[in-house]
């Protein structure tokens, strides 16, 4: 429909709605969709998560449809597309998607993500694309346009500054405006004025005192006046705080929270009612929404319809994993691994077996199947090569056991110290318990029958604990199982998990005051059969006298197939009980004795590879020992096949980290500089975060650098040039040919980095402004062309609040890595502009 019929069409709906008709448009009717106008024809307005697939349905009390038609194509996550730094594929990416979320009959799919990368203790880090602005911006904008090809609007997000999960419903963001302007909004202003994404969402956090759902400057000033953005902002869900400031600050809807007490539903109506709010204010926010629904053409029989599930969405989410997987270290060509010299093949650790698809808050969804790396594995080599398979490292730790009895206080009147267990005849613990018991420890195991005659989704539990001990002391609090839980202590969240569909472990270290008594509340809300919770800490030694066998038993397995194995493949890194919305990492470690395990299966059996799965970097003591490392992020339905077809030469490696990985988190710039906290954080790093803190002269460099990843074969760049055009449009194109100097088929990602000189205000050493992916035959070559525009030279000038193109001289690196830019070109005599 041209845009001066939807407008056309758009006031004419608006003159037709009565004032209760309109309110009822701002705000939702259930967990996922607001409200549409029956008299008018048209239908409520149908909101999915799903940045890397389309969530399961779920009922109005938030528990899942039982029997729904919702299984769909996992794809994989948003950093593992960043890692594949492919435009092309970001589109089709985006496409695949869209559809399914049409054949879902979704009007809005909450996706993509576009929060920086700060820091690698993000829990949602898995959901982004990666650090750097220029790279996240333009995967993203690709990915968007792919999704609004198929009549659903895509809808960017965390509008802004939604860098950590650490108390993300308030935690205030002090950020100056250079780095507001050149490092966290770019995503969003080029997801609006070049993908012309329909929907945008607010964040959880507040930035300079204000709450980012109702953010005047974020919403009202930048992106709705500044940037011209004519679609619809709407909140995260219960992201909402302030009815005034959500009518007035250019929120449009209201989503999540208490369904039946949301700010733009009564509250506003009666303000309109009473005069404290103009018709027109309302007015604004219904003609959005409209413009909305008439440009993915809502309840019009030529609406696409969408499909689901296809070969060709399959094929594209094995492309994704196949060009994500980052080679990070390949002694002596280590990898790929030769079937014909291996007749046993040792496969260890816990990210072999399992599935991570439902896993992560609220974009885990359900897939219609996901292959893991075992699987994957098995199918390539049949009965060719034997397969070994141990997890590896334990469940449990040794030194982990029940909290005493005697250090909990007694919950009834009978005097014995325990927990007090509730059981509810709800999908969460609310309203009045069917019954109550005192019980000596938290403990829920798998398969266990259900508490109460009724139907998993229907019923859960929760234990009630107060505890004290005699002297301080530094715990760590040990949760194990799966499903869907949350801890609190004195009402603080601990730690949480949704959707687990496997067992995992989570830790938190925290300090106890002696004689002070914390109050421990823990939740299980299981959604599927078989979910199971286990609650205790590991205290110091001479604290401790119970010891478990377990962790030995599993680590002599373990072991044993080493010893028996000509090569070792591990299959570690985090689970989605770590990378987790809500919830930020404890730590920078891998979990589990991980790295203890390595060292010694190092020790008996060298020819050892290290699949990494997960979403952020983690320290990697072990480096130094094995021969080759890969990161598999969480690769989607197609993963296990991808990651086999890697692992023994049936394609290449092709991808670049989306983010610098440092040795240590101090020296990620975030922490470095001690900005990283609860209630309010500053970001005093400003611009130099990335690998543009790692460039500065006195910081610490990556163990891995950003844009950084191995090949099977050997690229080589040669024949820069510039070619400067005639006119004002732009300042030059680069050109550069590419050649495959190996002996297979490959791809090589060629990056564009410019370096202002001298330049008048602190800015970066240099800064990425183009990229390219082009695969090769060996000896095949090509040449490339990479555009500058004027903006690639500018920064954020605060006096003129602007951008501003300094006079002078720049240079132009040409690289496959961001601290490896052989090729320099030169421009000169750049005059000074604003854009």
Not at 218 to 233: A, D, M, N, R, S
Not at 649 to 655: N, V
Request: aromatic fraction near 8%; charged fraction near 25%.
């Amino acid at each position: 429909m041209p845009p001066e019929s939807i407008e056309s069409q758009a006031e004419s709906l608006l003159a037709q709605m009565s004032l209760e008709e309109k309110v009822a448009f701002c705000h939702a009717n259930s967990p996922f969709c607001s409200n549409g106008c029956p008299r008018l024809g048209i239908s409520d307005f149908v909101y999915s998560d799903g940045p890397h697939g389309v969530r399961a349905e779920v009922a109005g009390d938030w528990s899942l449809v039982r029997d729904a038609d919702d299984a769909i194509t996992y794809f994989p996550v948003g950093i593992a597309l960043g890692a594949t730094w492919n435009k092309q594929l970001a589109h089709e990416f985006g496409q695949a998607l869209g559809a399914e979320a049409r054949a879902r009959g979704k009007d809005v799919i909450l996706g993509p993500g576009v929060n920086i990368v700060r820091t690698p203790l993000n829990g949602r880090n898995f959901e982004y694309i990666g650090e750097d602005p220029f790279h996240v911006a333009n995967t993203a904008t690709a990915a968007i346009q792919g999704i609004q090809e198929n009549d659903v609007a895509a809808c960017i997000k965390h509008f802004a500054l939604n860098n950590q999960e650490l108390d993300r419903m308030k935690v205030d963001v002090l950020c100056a405006d250079r780095p507001l302007r050149e490092i966290y909004l770019p995503a969003f202003e080029k997801g609006v004025k070049e993908g012309k994404v329909l929907t945008v969402m607010g964040a959880y956090n507040k930035f300079r005192g204000q709450h980012c759902c109702h953010h005047e400057l974020l919403l009202q000033k930048i992106l709705k006046q500044e940037w011209g953005f004519p679609g619809l902002v709407v909140s995260d869900w219960g992201g909402v705080h302030d009815g005034e400031e959500a009518a007035r600050n250019g929120l449009d809807v209201e989503m999540g929270g208490k369904i039946n007490n949301l700010f733009l539903d009564q509250p506003f109506l009666q303000g309109l009612r009473d005069g404290t709010y103009p018709e027109a204010l309302l007015d604004e926010k219904v003609r959005r929404i409209l413009r909305v629904m008439l440009t993915i053409g809502k309840d019009q029989h030529e609406r696409q319809t969408g499909v689901k599930n296809t070969a060709r969405h399959q094929k594209i989410a094995r492309q994704m994993a196949t060009e994500a997987f980052v080679l990070l270290q390949n002694e002596k060509n280590f990898l790929p691994l030769q079937e014909k010299k291996i007749k046993t093949l040792a496969v260890i650790g816990e990210n072999a077996t399992l599935r991570h698809a439902s896993g992560g808050g609220s974009s885990g969804i359900k897939a219609q199947y996901e292959i893991t790396p075992l699987e994957g594995l098995q199918e390539i080599l049949g009965d060719q090569v034997e397969i070994i398979h141990a997890k590896g490292y334990p469940s449990l730790p040794g030194n982990f056991t029940p909290i005493p009895t005697d250090l909990l206080e007694a919950p009834d009147v009978a005097g014995i110290g325990g927990w007090r267990k509730e059981i509810y005849a709800a999908r969460s613990p609310q309203g009045e318990p069917v019954s109550v018991e005192t019980v000596p420890e938290v403990s829920f195991p798998a398969n266990s029958p259900p508490p109460i005659d009724r139907p998993v989704g229907q019923w859960s539990i929760m234990w009630k604990g107060r505890i004290k001990v005699p002297e301080s002391e530094t715990v760590e609090w040990v949760i194990y199982g799966w499903d869907n839980w949350f801890v609190r202590i004195d009402g603080e969240p601990l730690a949480s998990v949704w959707n687990l569909t496997a067992p995992g472990l989570k830790k938190e270290t925290f300090t106890l005051e002696a004689n002070r008594t914390y109050e421990i509340s823990i939740a299980l809300n299981p959604r599927t059969e078989g979910a199971s919770l286990q609650f205790g800490w590991c205290r110091s030694a001479e604290k401790t006298t119970v010891s478990s066998t377990e962790d030995t038993d599993q680590t002599s397995e373990a072991l044993e197939a080493a010893r028996r194995a000509d090569a070792v493949l591990f299959f570690g890194g985090t689970t989605h009980m770590q990378d987790v919305e809500a919830m930020d990492r404890p730590n920078f470690d891998l979990p589990g004795g991980q790295n203890e395990l390595l060292d010694e299966l190092v020790s008996v059996n060298p020819n050892l590879a290290v699949v990494l799965l997960g979403g952020s970097a983690v320290r990697l003591p072990w480096q130094k020992k094995v021969p080759a490392i890969v990161q598999g992020w969480y690769p989607g339905s197609e993963g296990g096949r991808a990651l086999a077809d890697l692992l023994f030469g049936r394609t290449c490696p092709s991808g670049k980290l989306p983010f610098s990985w440092p040795a240590e988190l101090d020296h990620c710039a975030a922490h470095a500089k001690d900005a990283y906290r609860d209630e309010q954080v500053d970001y005093r790093e400003g611009l130099f975060t990335g690998y543009r803190w790692h460039d500065l002269p006195d910081s610490p460099k990556p163990l891995f650098p950003f844009g950084y990843g191995l090949s099977y074969t050997r690229f080589t760049l040669k024949d820069p040039s510039l070619e400067t055009p005639t006119g004002e449009d732009q300042p030059g194109k680069v050109k550069v040919t590419v050649q495959n100097t190996g002996d297979i088929a490959g791809a090589e990602v060629v990056q564009m980095y410019v370096a202002p000189q001298n330049p008048p205000v602190p800015r970066p050493g240099k800064e990425l402004k183009g990229f390219a992916k082009v695969f090769l035959q060996p000896g095949e070559s090509r040449q490339i062309t990479l555009p500058l525009q004027w903006r690639d030279l500018s920064y954020w000038d605060d006096q003129k609040n602007g951008w501003t193109v300094a006079p002078g001289t720049y240079q132009i690196l040409l690289g496959n890595r961001s601290d490896h830019c052989p090729l320099e070109l030169t421009l000169k005599d750049i005059p000074a502009r604003d854009c």
